[in-house]
Nanobody
Framework: QVQLVESGGGLVQAGGSLRLSCAAS????????MGWYRQAPGKERELVAT???????YYADSVKGRFTISRDNAKNTVYLQMNSLKPEDTAVYYC????????????WGQGTQVTVSS
């Protein structure tokens, strides 16, 4: 059974930090393209960051310089380190994965809530 399970969300003050984790099972994690999305209330889901199997990364402009995506293939886990958090970062954060040859993310986690207070 393919599964992604996020953890690490919570309530933090503006300027603070959180690290999200996403543990994968049931898939060949090392060959998967992974990403983090978020969805704020009343807004569409947006891409936050991605990381290839080789470790190349992409960031949305809104988080560039503040967030860092990384992966540990030995632990089947992808991380999102979030620093200098802002109230506008408040959202449910989702981990997603796809095989290299797929064009869309096919596997999603259940989401973890991040709330940044001002």
């Amino acid at each position: 059974q393919v599964q992604l399970v996020e953890s690490g969300g919570g309530l933090v003050q503006a300027g603070g930090s959180l690290r999200l984790s996403c543990a994968a099972s049931g898939l060949t994690f090392g060959s998967y393209f992974m990403g983090w999305y978020r969805q704020a209330p009343g807004k569409e889901r947006e891409l936050v960051a991605t990381i290839t199997s080789g470790g190349s990364t992409y960031y949305a402009d809104s988080v560039k310089g503040r967030f860092t995506i990384s992966r540990d293939n030995a632990k089947n886990t992808v991380y999102l380190q979030m620093n200098s958090l802002k109230p506008e970062d408040t959202a449910v954060y989702y981990c997603a994965g796809r095989r290299v040859l797929d064009t869309k993310f096919t596997t999603w986690g259940q989401g973890t809530q991040v709330t940044v207070s001002s």
